[in-house]
């Protein structure tokens, strides 16, 4: 089955992105052509937290959200003390 031919540059950009990691190339192009490396490694912030992605409730982050508002914090704060707390406690 061949691949439905693409006009538009931004849908053909969007569809590139979605395609498997192994198969792009491990370096990037920059426009200076200086190359940059690819690595799956997460960036550490100066705080010492990395950011990951997972998938919760919606009820969950309402939740989150409401006590953010109520405790005048930021939710990425609230989901690290639940998580260090049950951590702790296994």
């Known amino acids: 089955m061949s691949k439905p031919k693409i006009k538009d540059d931004v849908t053909k950009?969007?569809?590139s992105g979605l395609e498997p990691a192994a198969t792009q190339p491990n370096e990037i192009q920059q426009e200076d052509n200086t190359q940059i490396k690819r690595t799956n490694r997460p960036r550490i912030k100066s705080s010492g937290h990395a950011q990951r992605s997972y998938y919760i409730s919606d009820e969950a982050y309402k939740k989150i959200k409401q006590l953010a508002l109520d405790e005048d914090?930021?939710?990425s704060s609230i989901v690290r003390e639940a998580l260090d707390e049950y951590l702790s406690k296994r």
Request: glycine content about 0%; aromatic content about 16%; proline content about 0%.
């Open 73 to 75: 914090r930021d939710t």
């Open 13 to 15: 950009k969007f569809l």
